[in-house]
């Protein structure tokens, strides 16, 4: 069964940083691009990047270069989202999603991890 | 930035039929997929490529794609359709970049 498995929920005070991860199963990690997507609390779904783990190459929206980093290690085939220093407006719900080269779309998403900023 | 403009809101009755649009500058050349999302749960893809449906979503979802304007139609609308549908713009002149449509909830009263 293909499956993306993230990690579980965060909470963090303001300024910290954070990693969060997303692991590919199933298929070949290598082969597919997985994109990170956020949802804060009651609003639409945002595209913040991608990254392809065969070779390293990433993508971000303009919305969200600078602001985060994209990574992936290939040899546990896990993706990873992080920042280095997180403000309340990063609270929200993040997924990663395979995103199918013949599909153009994401096609298997991860189960989200919610992400808490507060003092 | 590339925007994509939805309704905030489509009601339909059982049994009807809804559509749902999606609006963006010559979206007809850009391959444009669906998501529904149900509440607390992750976003699932309806339609790829326009008009294509993945294995296992049903033949009442269907797509299509034209000059600035793709639709999602469900046929036959059932109760459990009721959710929040996204569409998707993926370029091939810029591959690897996407950008998802302001989203749809569509009621089925």
């Known amino acids: 069964e293909v499956q993306l498995v993230q990690s579980g929920a965060e909470v963090k005070k303001p300024g910290e940083s954070l990693k969060i991860s997303c692991k590919g199963s199933?298929?070949?990690?290598?082969?597919?691009?997985i994109g990170w997507v956020r949802q804060m609390p009651g609003k639409g779904l945002e595209w913040m990047g991608i990254?392809?783990?065969?070779?390293?190459?990433?993508r971000y929206s303009p919305s969200f270069q600078g602001q985060v980093t994209i990574s992936a290690d290939k040899s546990i085939s896990t993706a990873y989202l992080q920042w280095s220093s997180l403000k309340a407006s990063d609270t929200a719900m993040y997924y990663c999603a395979r995103g199918s080269p013949t599909e153009n779309a994401f096609d298997v998403w991860g189960q989200g991890t919610m992400v808490t900023v507060s003092s | 930035s590339y925007d994509l403009t939805q309704p905030p809101s489509v009601s339909v009755s059982p049994g009807q039929t809804a559509s749902i649009t999606c609006s963006g500058d010559?979206?007809?050349?850009?391959?444009v997929c669906w998501y529904q999302q149900k509440p607390g749960q992750s976003p699932v893809l309806v339609i790829y490529q326009d008009s294509k449906r993945p294995s296992g979503i049903p033949e009442r979802f269907s797509g299509s794609n034209s000059g600035n304007t793709a639709t999602l139609t469900i046929s036959g609308t059932q109760a459990m359709d009721e959710a929040d549908y996204y569409c998707q713009a993926w370029d091939s002149s810029t591959a690897g970049y996407y950008v998802f449509g302001t989203g749809t909830k569509v009621t089925v009263l």
């Open positions: 010559k979206l007809g050349d850009k391959y």
């Open positions: 990254i392809y783990p065969g070779d390293s190459d990433t």
């Open positions: 199933g298929y070949s990690f290598i082969s597919y691009w």
